[in-house]
């Protein structure tokens, strides 16, 4: 069973960065592919960003695609999401997800709620 834990979220002005760190434990975090998903108030969950179990291609929706950077430390058995340009629109709460093999993903983290101010 992996555990997942996101932090780093906060209330930021239009325009402002910030990163979002997802740690996980229970399992061999090396092995599982990474993303991040977003849900806004009213609205049903997105996804924001996926990258491979090794850290190499990584995939983005347009909305974000050229803003936000996705990474992992499997030394670390962390997952980022470096958002930079940050717009209104973009606020919402922030999910981490593991997936260990294709199809839906495994595990899920509680959620980092992000507010950008304009």
């Known amino acids: 069973q992996v555990q997942l834990v996101e932090s780093g979220g906060g209330l930021v002005q239009a325009g402002g960065s910030l990163r979002l760190s997802c740690a996980a434990s229970g399992g061999t975090f090396s092995s599982y592919d990474m993303a991040w998903f977003r849900q806004a108030p009213g609205k049903e969950r997105e996804f924001v960003a996926h990258?491979?179990?090794?850290?190499?291609?990584?995939y983005y929706a347009d909305s974000v695609k050229g803003r936000f950077t996705i990474s992992k430390d499997n030394a670390k058995n962390t997952a980022y999401l470096q958002m930079k340009s940050l717009k209104p629109e973009d606020t919402a709460v922030y999910y981490c997800a593991a997936q260990k093999d294709v199809g839906a993903y495994d595990y899920w983290g509680q959620g980092t709620q992000v507010t950008v101010s304009s």
């Open positions: 990258i491979t179990y090794s850290g190499g291609p990584a």
